[in-house]
């Protein structure tokens, strides 16, 4: 479905690492699982219902001109973009610490792009959200994801595509769902973020007073020995203590029953959709509709 195109060479191998190491884990015991009614969530779609349909666009990957700990980034526009001039929702990832380049010249050599998370999954021809987005996935080659050059990333992405500044949403796994509560945490209002979905992360006390204005969705596997859901201000726990300061919107946090670290190949793909049989909120309409439910302005 993608072409990878530009100065760069991409040379993907294969599909594996540490960051996957239980991509296979289910959320679902083998009893027959229970459901929940899907929500229809009210979006307002006065700025999306001319977008034309996604029938699969292109990818290209690109090196920023003054890298830092960010080196570069792919972009995904969605197939119409070039037949009309309309702005389009745009969808920041950020990747985990499984996800390291080697950057030799003017070359990126990666041993996969992982098919549970969104480039991935436009790799493999399975994003298939009902809306249209841009898809920005950000490639780090440092020990976190610094908050500036996200908000840096994104007024570059902002003044090369035709980006809905309204509707900029952050999601990201493990080091990349840090980067999320973090950008948010760490700026307060002086940022891009209409909501934010972090996966597998964890944040910490003196970031709470700043994510009491965006919208949260968090989800965690509840076995995490890597970051504990319930502790040190995972998922959990950091939720409970923002809903406790009567945050703009309530914060709401997913938890799988018997899954790892890997709680994103499961909620990326939407496949467990209307499931109930997960801890707290439950999974009953797909991130990227809730994500349209929310408007910066």
């Not at 003196?206 to 596997?221: C, K, S, T, Y």
Request: hydrophobic residues 35%; aromatic residues 14%; glycine residues 8%.
């Amino acid at each position: 479905m993608n072409k990878l195109v530009g100065t760069v060479l991409i040379i993907l191998i294969i599909f594996t690492s540490c960051e996957e190491e239980d991509a296979d884990n289910n959320p679902i015991s083998n009893d027959p699982p229970t459901y929940v009614a899907i929500s229809q969530p009210t979006i307002d779609t006065s700025d999306l219902h001319y977008l034309p349909s996604d029938t699969g666009g292109v990818q290209e990957f690109h090196f920023l001109e003054n890298p830092g700990s960010i080196i570069g980034y792919y972009s995904y526009l969605p197939s119409g973009y070039d037949s009309n001039d309309n702005n389009y929702p745009m969808i920041l990832f950020l990747h985990g610490w499984g996800i390291r380049p080697d950057v030799v010249g003017d070359s990126v050599y990666y041993d996969r792009i992982p098919p549970g998370e969104p480039p991935g999954m436009i790799q493999q021809g399975n994003w298939d959200p009902e809306y249209p987005f841009i898809v920005i996935s950000g490639l780090l080659d440092g020990p976190y994801w610094p908050h500036q050059e996200i908000h840096d990333l994104v007024t570059l992405t902002i003044e090369k595509y035709r980006i809905n500044t309204d509707r900029i949403y952050l999601t990201g796994l493990s080091l990349g769902g840090g980067g999320c509560w973090y950008y948010v945490g760490e700026r307060g209002r002086d940022n891009y973020a209409a909501a934010i979905v972090p996966i597998s992360a964890r944040g910490e006390w003196r970031i709470i007073d700043n994510l009491l204005e965006v919208p949260i969705w968090a989800f965690h596997g509840e076995d995490d020995s890597t970051v504990p859901v319930y502790d040190n201000y995972g998922s959990a726990q950091l939720v409970d203590s923002i809903n406790a300061r009567n945050p703009v919107t309530r914060a709401r946090v997913t938890v799988y029953p018997n899954v790892g670290h890997n709680a994103w190949t499961n909620t990326y793909n939407s496949q467990y959709v209307g499931i109930n049989d997960f801890k707290r909120t439950p999974f009953e309409m797909s991130i990227y509709n809730w994500m349209l439910q929310y408007k910066k302005n």
